[in-house]
């Protein structure tokens, strides 16, 4: 069992910049993969970046070059500093984990609680 808790959500004016923490604990395995996701109301859930412990990264064309997510392989965390937000990225974001097994097989997810974003004036 993998636990994962997230913090940073709030609310900031557009235009602003949040960072969101994710802290990983529990069965952790050396090959895996963390980032996050997002679910806006009545949308689906969407990719928004992940990272490997590796250091590979993939982002939402959506979110390229405004956001950029980064992991400490010691402590666990993933971060995902967002900037230039837009109301559009208001949602609620939820870590997501996953191990990758030889031969680069992705396992089953793993999912924080989520912590809410909200772009308003």
């Known amino acids: 069992q993998v636990q994962l808790v997230e913090s940073g959500g709030g609310l900031v004016q557009p235009g602003g910049s949040l960072r969101l923490s994710c802290a990983a604990s529990?069965?952790?395995?050396?090959?895996?993969?963390m980032g996050w996701y997002r679910q806006a109301p009545g949308k689906q859930r969407e990719l928004v970046a992940i990272i490997t412990n590796g250091g590979s990264t993939n982002y939402a064309h959506s979110v390229e070059g405004r956001f950029t997510i980064s992991r400490d392989n010691a402590k666990n965390t993933v971060n995902l500093q967002m900037n230039s937000l837009k109301s559009e990225d208001t949602a609620v974001y939820y870590c997501?984990?996953?191990?990758?097994?030889?031969?680069?097989?992705?396992?089953?997810?793993?999912w924080g609680k989520g912590t809410l974003v909200t772009v308003s004036s």
């Open positions: 529990g069965s952790i395995f050396s090959s895996n993969g």
């Open positions: 997501n984990y996953y191990r990758i097994y030889r031969g680069g097989v992705r396992g089953i997810d793993y």
